[in-house]
């Protein structure tokens, strides 16, 4: 799309079709729907221009449709603003829009998990314990994580547990649990570190496996 005369800023309204992008794609880079809510980072659905560099989102949503997303947010506890303002819109962290389940971690209110309205074999609870005992060791090692806010996307899986890790402006993580794994087999597998590690590094963009 191309406007034109708009040389001294100008406003656009239009409308991004999410479930049909969704469908068509069927990938949480791009856009995809799990259980009634939807992952789509937004890069996929934010007009922008070709030499712009930052972006600010404000969204308001009908309970219990939230907005969660790994760009730092402009009121602390509250990601439905966002700001950016050295980064590119080409890749955009994770976001998640519809009845997700959000909590942030006890104690690391930074960390902020969003959980799918799906069915695990382990409790809400029993997810955040799993990602807190994960970042526990790593944030002893390090101090400290370099990015001010980390969301960490809870999705269902075929199988076991995948990941991938989102940067660019922001720090993401969407790990894809099977929902059979229960807390001990979740506590032994290697892919959630392997992806938290990646958030240490915030320039990142797309990282797999």
Not at 83 to 91: M, P
Request: aromatic share 8%; net charge neutral.
């Amino acid at each position: 799309m191309q406007l034109t005369g708009c040389s001294e800023g100008c406003q656009v309204t239009y409308d991004f079709a999410l479930r049909a992008a969704a469908d068509k794609f069927r990938d949480p880079q791009v856009a995809q729907e799990v259980d009634g809510a939807f992952i789509s980072p937004p890069s996929s659905w934010l007009l922008r221009t070709r030499s712009q560099v930052g972006y600010r989102i404000e969204t308001k949503l009908d309970a219990p449709s939230v907005f969660l997303s790994g760009l730092p947010p402009v009121k602390k506890f509250d990601s439905g603003i966002a700001e950016v303002t050295g980064a590119a819109l080409g890749v955009a962290p994770f976001a998640t829009l519809g009845p997700w389940r959000s909590r942030a971690l006890k104690g690391h209110p930074e960390i902020v998990l969003a959980i799918s309205p799906s069915r695990y074999a382990m409790t809400d609870e029993q997810l955040e314990q799993w990602i807190a005992l994960t970042f526990g060791p790593m944030l002893e090692y390090y101090g400290k994580f370099v990015m001010p806010h980390v969301l960490v996307v809870i999705a269902p899986g075929n199988r076991g547990v995948a990941g991938v890790t989102l940067g660019n402006g922001g720090a993401s993580v969407l790990l894809n649990v099977s929902p059979s794994v229960k807390g001990e087999q979740a506590l032994a597998h290697w892919v959630p570190t392997h992806e938290l590690v990646h958030v240490l590094f915030p320039h990142a963009q797309i990282i797999k496996g």
